[in-house]
């Protein structure tokens, strides 16, 4: 998205109010809100993100496919935050929810006293002080309403559809498609932590959505409903990530591999930050792709701890001999993926994935088919969405009773092949890559996305 022009008094408006980032600290919150610090700052309004040192510290070296002009703009604060544990996670588990990191969630309700005193501090030196804060920090920031110059909007890091039909399910309402259990997806103790953010809620000034019309307008106007957002204003300003993607002096390996392989030829695999596979599980997987026969790049990661700078990263086993079997036809990433770069590359066809809302973003405005293989949260909703709905991709594992059960090398090379080879996939990936040209137009000037963005620049600084 470009920059709002404005004329001198606005320019003068703009610079007086001081806009608020608070992420819940988990790398697909964070990350998002990271790339809307930098698209809001580029109106000319000064932007402040802040969390515990930690999280700052992640949400900084892993800003991917960000300009360092636009980040250098970032005023970071470190808010005061105890010391929490960071296990490992269990890559064992049948429950795939990454519980490992509930103390680092819990640590953060500790927050309010001093982002409250922040907020205070900087509504003494601005017109107006605009707090723009995940759903899973109202808690923390809910003294908000006692500070008569702020006020507070809430950015939800998930699909419209998900965000949908959990508050239908909360307010005992019948949804208009079935969707998979909320209870399945998460721990008892996020639910939990959900529940202390519902009163504080309340407080919100109105609601941002990184998703567009063009992506989920019937999920929008439900979510526009009188009974779930009274008097409130949104907007749905999505894809928030940048279109254009800085180019590299020198690029890591799996770009420059890359470079080297034809046109849509290349599978992507990756299953985000709060994901570990089993020994098993890898095996299947190691398998599966490469009796696919098809080009891939593997990213293989444990997921996160609460503190990813601590402690050693489980390093995952690899069949014998499967990398010297598989070379030249796929690589395995073991660090820090560049994903946005690795989606918009033309050698990249697909992308086997977890359905993240992040990932799912990213991969609909590069216009990337999907094999959806959903984990946890709001990730089977999602694959539902881009399976069924938006037609641009293909499940490699249904939600529900299986969801236990291992999958097999024989599926998941089923799966690839569908996907990258079989004609019912090229419509998919056809399909896909209209609708990743028609999401980025909608970020361009007059666009829907972009029109939603100016109004909300427009609506908090007037």
């Known amino acids: 998205m470009g920059i709002l022009l404005l004329n001198q008094n606005d320019d003068e408006a703009a610079r ?34 802040i969390g515990s040192s930690v999280h700052i510290r ?22 005061p935050t105890p010391s929490f544990e960071s296990p490992s996670p269990n890559p064992d588990s049948s429950n795939k929810f990454p519980g490992q990191l509930q103390p680092a969630w819990d640590a953060s309700l500790s927050q309010r006293q001093p982002v409250s005193e922040f907020l205070r501090e900087i509504a003494k030196k601005s017109k107006r002080v605009v707090v723009i804060h995940d759903p899973l920090m109202a808690f923390v920031v809910q003294d908000v309403v006692s500070i008569p110059n702020a006020e507070s909007y809430v950015y939800n890091c998930v699909s419209a559809l998900y965000k949908a039909s959990f508050i239908y399910d909360r307010m005992g309402k019948r949804f208009p ?107 299947e997987l190691a398998l599966g792709l490469e009796q696919s026969r098809q080009k891939f790049i593997w990213v293989l990661r444990d997921a996160d701890k609460a503190d990813i700078f601590t402690g050693e990263e489980r390093r995952a086993v690899l069949p014998q001999g499967f990398e010297e079997r598989v070379e030249g036809v796929g690589i395995v990433v073991r660090d820090w993926a560049p994903q946005p770069e690795i989606l918009c590359h033309p050698a990249t066809g697909g992308f086997m994935s977890h359905c993240g809302w ?21 990730q089977p909703r999602n694959a539902l969405l881009i399976s069924e709905i938006l037609k641009v991709g293909i499940v490699v594992r249904e ?14 090379e089923n799966a690839v092949k569908r996907l990258m080879e079989s004609e019912e996939g090229e419509e998919i990936r056809k399909r896909a890559e209209k609708l990743g040209a028609a999401i980025r137009l909608t970020t361009e000037e007059g666009g829907d996305s972009r029109l939603a963005l100016d109004s909300f620049i427009a609506h908090i600084s007037r």
């Open 399 to 412: 939600w529900g009773s299986a969801s236990g059960e291992m999958v097999k090398a024989s599926s998941i």
């Open 16 to 49: 007086e109010v001081a806009v608020v980032m608070v992420p819940f600290p988990a790398q697909g919150h964070l990350n998002q809100l990271m790339q809307l610090s930098c698209l809001v700052s580029n109106y000319g309004l000064q932007v402040h993100y």
């Open 177 to 283: 498609l079935e969707v998979p259990p909320f209870e399945t997806c998460v721990s008892e103790e996020i639910i939990s932590f959900a529940a202390l953010q519902q009163e504080p809620s309340k407080y919100r000034a109105g609601d941002l959505y990184n998703t567009s019309r063009l992506i989920e307008g019937p999920f929008l106007d439900l979510l526009a409903d009188k009974d779930i957002v009274g008097d409130r204003k949104s907007w749905a300003i999505g894809p928030i990530i940048p279109p254009d993607i800085p180019s590299r002096e020198n690029p890591p390996k799996c770009l420059q591999w890359l470079d080297q392989q034809e046109p849509n030829s290349v599978i992507y695999v990756s299953f985000g930050t709060t994901t570990s596979l089993s020994d098993e599980e890898i095996k």
């Open 58 to 79: 992640q949400a900084r070296v892993r800003a991917n496919g960000l300009n360092p002009q636009d980040l250098s703009k970032i005023l970071f604060h470190d808010i």
């Open 358 to 378: 992040n990932s799912c973003m990213e991969s609909l405005m590069m216009g990337v088919a999907i094999a959806a293989w959903p984990m946890h949260s709001d």
